[in-house]
């Protein structure tokens, strides 16, 4: 007897069922990795410089998690939405398949993990950079999985399991940290075992919560029939959205390059804190877009079109207004945030990082509740598409204008631009969607 799960009738409160939760996870995971660089800074400018330099490999690995979660997600929530419940049962075991098949590819990756690094042009302190990265290469498997049924929970309609479970591991790694590192005397390793057990702990719970039969959807090889169609699917929404993920490393490496050239270390360190006071401060927008996610696919599965630009406008409005917000107290407070990492001696450039910020927080809510309801559409691909040729434009921004405005003020004059034209040609292919919906509703394919 299936479980009725129902998303479609009242969207907004059951937006707001999803969201809340997950924006108390994100922002909670958003001031971990700020509290994580806050002990490793302590440690020594090296330490953080090897995880610094390391985070885009580390962002890559829970990415591919999480894409394949979104893809998961996306079309079990629109099985749920034309009431295909087995289809949806199903959906989940196609996903953890993949899910192995890409932990095999980190586990190779590894072998060849000093070429990777060369190919991202870090040379300095090699040696420490390998000695974090390559316990949480062979360990991967656990951030995937972590991140995978995260998702694949939320698309039963349940936010607040994984949000608990991915919070309580967080303030497992914040507390592990200075034990590993100072107690142990493990240095910038033990960082990456403090990662990476309170990863396993995780993971642990999940498996019990669906083994335990506490999900409306179960994890059970009784559903399973193979089926291309649901792997082409997941891979549908995942490879665009990993590949997103993939093009911002390439980015986060050319922009190493150019600041490394430019102001030495001390530009990839004001780069790597930057992104994550970025990270922590839209947080919730991207809370607010995951919530979103979900509730799309089943009303793209119910072919609610009317529903769906109205939930568009309503979450896009409340992420716009709260950017806008947090913009103002960054620019109040962005002295005493960045003094909290070490960057001192650089008011230049912290003004003009929060004055950009400006406009690079408003433009934020622009593309990031776009794609994430093209996710839900099942269109991961055009939000691909869009974020290639915004990093090229980006690098090819940079290359253009450094020779005339050096010192790394290129870089923060180019993601600017880059981003805001981003958020608005978002906007216009999502509106673009609604009217080709709207015309071909009877049509529709959304499975």
Not at 160 to 167: E, G, K, S, V, W
Not at 238 to 250: G, K, S
Not at 319 to 347: D, E, G, H, P
């Amino acid at each position: 007897m299936y479980e009725k799960i129902d998303l479609v009738s009242l969207p907004k409160k059951a937006f707001w069922k999803l969201s809340i939760p997950i924006l108390g996870f994100v922002l909670f995971d958003a001031i971990y990795g700020l509290i994580d660089m806050y002990w490793v800074a302590s440690l020594s400018k090296e330490a953080l410089y090897a995880v610094s330099v390391s985070t885009p490999l580390f962002t890559l690995i829970c990415s591919f998690g999480d894409s394949i979660g979104q893809g998961a997600n996306s079309i079990m929530s629109r099985y749920i939405g034309t009431n295909n419940y087995e289809g949806s049962y199903n959906s989940i075991v196609h996903g953890l398949i993949v899910v192995g098949v890409v932990w095999i590819l980190c586990l190779v990756s590894t072998l060849g993990l000093v070429n990777i690094l060369q190919m991202m042009k870090i040379t300095h302190n090699i040696g420490l950079v390998l000695t974090y990265c390559t316990p949480l290469f062979i360990c991967s498997l656990t951030f995937l999985l972590s991140n995978y049924f995260s998702e694949t929970l939320q698309a039963e309609g349940d936010s607040r399991t994984p949000t608990a479970l991915m919070i309580g591991s967080n303030l497992l790694n914040m507390a592990l940290d200075p034990i590993f590192i100072y107690t142990f005397n493990l240095g910038v390793i033990g960082a990456a075992y403090a990662t990476i057990l309170s990863s396993v702990i995780c993971v642990v719970a999940m498996v019990y919560w669906y083994a335990s039969k506490r999900t409306k959807i179960p994890l059970s090889l009784k559903f399973f029939k193979v089926k291309p169609k649901i792997f082409f699917e997941i891979l549908k929404v995942a490879i665009p959205n990993f590949f997103d993920n993939a093009v911002w490393c390439i980015s986060a490496t050319f922009i190493n390059g150019v600041l490394t050239q430019e102001l030495g270390p001390k530009g990839i360190l004001l780069y790597a804190t930057s992104s994550k006071i970025k990270d922590l401060l839209m947080a919730p927008v991207k809370g607010f877009g995951r919530g979103l996610m979900s509730v799309t696919g089943h009303l793209f599965g119910a072919k609610d079109i009317d529903n769906l630009k109205e939930m568009y406008k309503y979450v896009l409005k409340i992420a716009l207004v709260y950017s806008f917000i947090i913009s103002i107290v960054f620019i109040y407070f962005r002295y005493n945030i960045f003094q909290t990492f070490k960057i001192i001696n650089m008011n230049a450039s912290v003004t003009a990082i929060s004055m950009a910020g400006v406009i690079i927080l408003l433009s934020v809510p622009l593309s990031m509740i776009s794609s994430k309801m093209l996710d839900g559409f099942g269109k991961s691909y055009y939000s691909l598409a869009l974020t290639i040729l915004t990093i090229a434009f980006e690098i090819g921004l940079i290359s253009i204008i450094r020779v005339e405005i050096p010192y790394g003020i290129s870089v923060l004059i180019s993601i600017t631009i880059a981003q805001f034209l981003a958020g608005i040609v978002n906007v216009l292919i999502i509106n673009t969607l609604f009217r080709r919906f709207k015309a071909h509703k009877e049509d529709l394919k959304v499975v």
